[in-house]
Every structure is written in C-alpha cells, then in structure tokens.
C-alpha cells in the first residue's frame, strides 16, 4: 500500500519512507503495470484534447507535444475534433459524458465562452493554451502575444522598413488583438505614423493569407514589409509575392509568426517569432494533470504558465532596396 501511495504521488507518505521507496523502484528498474492498476482502481487520468484549427503545422506540433507528455504522464489523452461554432458543445458534452477528467483547449476553443461556460458548468478542469485572455482563475499556458509582435516589428523597422504592411489574425482571438497592439506600439515608440491601410484583416489561413497580400500589394505605394499575424498567411504573402515578379526578400520583406514546420518547408525560409507550440502543449498537460492530482490528495510539481518566445532569423527579411523596383 505504500509503495502504490508512493507511485500515485500521493501526500500521506513521510519524505524519508518516500525515499526508500524510490531508491528501491530506482535498483528494482520497476515500472508499474497500466492494465493492473486499472483494474486494481488506481484510476488512470484521461484527458480530453478537444481541437478545431485551421493551421495544420500549428496542430501537428501541439499533438505532438500532448502525445509525448502523455507518455511521460502516464495518462490517456482522447483526442476530439470538431468546428466551431458547431460541434464544440457536443463534443465536450460527449467526453463528460465518457468520464473524462479534464480537458486541453488548443485555439480557437481556447476561447469560446460557450464551451467554456459549459466545462465550468460540468466542474471540469480545463487549460487553455495559446490564448491572451487575463483571467487568473482559469489554467493557461501562454506566450506575451504583445511583446513578441512588438520584437518582431522592431526587427523589420532594424533593417530600414518603414512603410510595413500587417496581417491581423482571427478577430475572436485576444492573442490576434495582442499581436497588433504589439506591432502598433513598437511603430509609435519609433515614432513612425500609423497608416490603417497598411493594416488588414487575416483569419491565420492560407486563404485569407492570399486574399490580404494582394490588398496589400495592390496599394498604389504598397509596403516593404509584411508581417503576418501567423505563419500559414506569411507563406501566402510569399506566394503572391513570386506570382507578382517580386523577389522576397530584394523587393519584399516577409515574415511570420509561430515557427511552425511550414516556415522551412518554403522558399526562401521565414523569418518568424518562435512560440514553443509543442512545449505548450506538454506544460498544458502537465498542468493539468499536476491540478487534478493536488485535487485528490497527491503531489504536484509547479507549472510555468508563461513560456519564453525567441525571434528567429532566416531567409524572407533584407533592409529594402535603395533603387526603384523593376516593373
């Protein structure tokens, strides 16, 4: 019994008796029995992962990092997908439904009071990832979504740019507000004049990448440099850019935000804000499964909530060209 308290990481065990114990699992090279302790009630934890993101590079590496945590966890993470707007109520409705313990929200769930109304409802534990939203009453992992745009926009403005063109993110999101009062702060510190036509709307799709670097490009002095709200809409602005004859860098400055697999996967690589997706995912995790242990009684190491973001320098940014471009 306490060898099984030790290994639940449960509080009821004196230090040094833990001690031994662990010294004993260390010689032994034990590893508990998963099928054993379920049947015996240890009451594995199973985590719901309940997604709906239209980035495909930014879910591949969040699943990835939840997967691996798991692992390390020794929990059962359930993976949902749904749309939003349309399926996330029934889908949470569903994991309650199957018992689940607590539940991951990648973005855009990570924000929709709907869904999240209903998980506090149902009194399940939740963490929210990748989200701007200041309530610190709910679990979070997230990254400064202000001061990352404002690095990056002073980095672009480093090089010589000045006219520099924007791509927002999905309005409903707090981090896409945080990105563009980054970048509209770091412009007012240096003391260069707003243009809200250099400023446009994206959605962080491909698509609406395309659809925003042509009104950008179409302006009658279009900007030296974009800088999209997310990678997938970088690419895209990289792609109309070769359509239209110009070459990025020489002629255009690009650059994202994310570091997902897509920002070496073009040519020229991007220049992008790193979030540490996959760590996120595996903090998430590890926070969730830290507060649902503390709830029954075990242990728990501490979390931390705000992880570090890195600018990134590759191939897409160069100071702008000092002679007029070749039509």
């Known amino acids: 019994m306490t060898v099984s308290r030790v290994i ?3 509080n009821n065990v004196r230090p ?26 240890a009451g594995q934890l199973r985590i719901g992962l309940l997604y709906s993101n239209p ?22 993470i359930v ?4 749309e939003l707007g349309d399926h996330e109520l029934e889908r949470a409705q569903h994991l309650i439904a199957s018992g689940i313990d607590g539940i991951i929200l990648p973005p855009p769930l990570c924000e929709a009071p709907a869904l999240l109304a209903l998980l506090d409802e149902a009194n399940v534990c939740a963490v929210s990832v990748a989200t701007a939203m200041r309530d ?5 992992i997230r990254i400064d979504d202000h001061a990352a745009a404002a690095t990056m926009t002073r980095h672009i403005m480093q090089l010589g740019h ?6 927002k993110g999905d309005p409903n999101l707090a981090a896409s507000a945080e990105r563009l009062e980054g970048f509209r702060a770091a412009l007012a510190d240096a003391g260069i004049a707003e243009d809200p036509s250099l400023i446009v709307q994206g959605l ?29 809409m970088a690419a895209a602005t990289v792609a109309v850019a070769h359509r239209r004859g110009l070459d990025v860098p020489g002629d255009l400055t690009v650059c994202g935000f994310d570091d997902t697999t897509l920002s070496t996967a073009i040519w020229p690589e991007l220049t992008t804000i790193h979030q540490p997706i996959a760590d996120m995912s595996r903090s998430a995790l ?10 029954r009684g075990g242990d728990g190491v501490e979390v931390p909530r705000l992880l570090d973001f890195t600018l990134i320098r590759r191939q897409s940014d160069a100071p702008p060209r000092r002679r007029p471009r070749e039509r």
């Open 8 to 10: 639940n990481s449960e």
């Open 16 to 41: 040094a008796t833990r001690e031994v114990v662990n010294a004993a699992i260390a010689t032994l090279g034990y590893s508990p029995n998963r099928a054993a302790r379920s049947l015996a009630g």
């Open 55 to 76: 980035s495909a590079g930014f879910l591949s590496e969040f699943l990835l990092g939840s997967l691996d945590q798991a692992s390390r966890s020794d929990v059962q």
């Open 79 to 82: 993976v949902e997908k749904c």
């Open 136 to 140: 610190e009453d709910r679990l979070a």
């Open 162 to 167: 000045r006219r520099i063109g924007f791509i």
């Open 204 to 232: 962080y799709t491909y698509r609406s990448g395309l659809d925003a670097a042509e009104q950008l490009l179409d302006r009658v002095e279009p900007p030296t440099a974009i800088f999209s709200s997310n990678d997938d």
């Open 286 to 295: 590890e926070l969730l499964v830290t507060t649902l242990r503390r709830q």
